[in-house]
Every structure is written in structure tokens, then in C-alpha cells.
């Protein structure tokens, strides 16, 4: 597609089970952001893959969250236990050129953790 | 590590003032963008400038920049009713990461 492709657009998981989202960024882009955005707050940056390079885990609450990117396209950010406080929307951005080119953004996963 | 942070918070206008946001960063740059958000959706890119332009011009978009006071102001004129949504400035770290403040939530009313 022309741009970036999430999914779910929403999940619904019961406490304690492993969820995972998945990003599609537009072909090329060779950086891809993970930020989550609690009800009514500012962006929590997550994660950022940049290219080959070791990605920027700084952002991870906590070891429960981990992601990947495959092939430098598609990635998945993988929430294990789930816990309310989990409970967000999650959304990815891709750009050309990091630190200078626009951000393009999905949609956004939201999920809810019961 | 590098982190824009909005003022106001909030901010409530009528339809055709103008609204003025601002942004402030902790550390040198190349460049800032501003980003749109309207609820419930993703961002969208409005405007980049650079740490060499003290101003640039988007439609009715006005955005400033001193990096002496590592601030950044983004000033929509003649506000509609459609401008209802949040803003966000966008300073880069070195490495390119990118970390969102808090944003600023603005309301026209019609």
C-alpha cells in the first residue's frame, strides 16, 4: 500500500496473554518508529530501527515488550503477560531519512487488556 | 536524550483568531517538525525547519525558530473549527530518534 499499514486496528485481550501488533512501513523507508499513546496523553516513544544498525531499545517499559524488524520491512512488537497498564494505542511510523525526513504514520493498534 | 516540549497545554479559541503553540528543546539541531493530530488517528507532518530559516510559511501555518533559546513557536491564523486537534514539536537526537512531548490540544470553537 501507499502508506503505513498496522494491524490489528483493534485487540481486545483478556490479563496475562502475549499479544502482538504488526507494522508495515511504506516500501524503502529504511527507519521505523514503535511510540504508544495512553487516553488523552502526548506519544511514549518505544523503539526505533534504523537501517542494519542495533535498534533503540531505550524506550521498552519493560522486559514483557520486545520487537523485531524482518528483512528491514515488516515489524512486530510483541507484548507478553499483558497487564492492564498495557492497555493503549500503539502506533508506527516509518521515514526515508531519519532525523530529517517526515514521519509517516499508521493508524495505530488499540488495545485493551481486560 | 532530546525531547520537545509543547506550551500550552491547552489551548481554546474561536473560529478566525490565531493560535499560537509553542516548543522547547534541550540540545542543538538540524532541523524541527510539527505534527498534527487529530483524535483518535495517527500523526500527520506539517511543516520542517531548518536550524538556518528563523521562519517559514505553510498556507496559514507560520513557524518560527531560535536556536539561541532553543525554541521553536507554530502559529496557525484565521483558525477553523477543522484546526480542532493536538500539536506536536519534534526536535531530532543525533542518531535520528525522535521523542514527542506532551503536545498542545486546541479547540476552535465555531
Known amino acids: 500500500g501507499a502508506g503505513v499499514s498496522q494491524s490489528p486496528s483493534n485487540k481486545v485481550t483478556e490479563k496475562g496473554k502475549d499479544v502482538e501488533l504488526r507494522c508495515d512501513p511504506i516500501?524503502?523507508?529504511?527507519?521505523l518508529y514503535w511510540y504508544r499513546q495512553s487516553l488523552g496523553q502526548g506519544l511514549e516513544f518505544l523503539i526505533y530501527?534504523?537501517?542494519?544498525?542495533?535498534?533503540?531499545k531505550s524506550g521498552l517499559p519493560s522486559d514483557r515488550f520486545s520487537a523485531e524488524r524482518t528483512g528491514g520491512s515488516v515489524s512486530t512488537l510483541t507484548i507478553q503477560r499483558t497487564q492492564q497498564e498495557d492497555s493503549a494505542v500503539y502506533l508506527c511510523a516509518s521515514t526515508i531519512v531519519p532525523g530529517t525526513g517526515e514521519l509517516f504514520f499508521g493508524e495505530g493498534s488499540r488495545l485493551t487488556v481486560l | 536524550s532530546q525531547q520537545g516540549e509543547e506550551d500550552p497545554q491547552a489551548l481554546s479559541i474561536q473560529e478566525g483568531e490565531n493560535a499560537t503553540m509553542n516548543c522547547s528543546y534541550k540540545?542543538?539541531?538540524?532541523?524541527l517538525q510539527w505534527y498534527r493530530q487529530n483524535s483518535g488517528r495517527g500523526l500527520v507532518h506539517l511543516i520542517l525547519i531548518r536550524s538556518n530559516e528563523r521562519e517559514k510559511h505553510s498556507g496559514r501555518l507560520r513557524v518560527t525558530l531560535d536556536t539561541s533559546k532553543k525554541s521553536s513557536s507554530l502559529l496557525i491564523t484565521a483558525s477553523r473549527a477543522a484546526d480542532t486537534a493536538s500539536y506536536f514539536c519534534a526536535p531530532p537526537g543525533n542518531t535520528g530518534k525522535l521523542i514527542f512531548g506532551q503536545g498542545t490540544t486546541l479547540q476552535v470553537k465555531p
Open positions: 530501527f534504523q537501517g542494519n544498525s542495533a535498534p533503540d
Open positions: 516500501s524503502g523507508h529504511t527507519a
Open positions: 540540545t542543538s539541531i538540524n532541523n
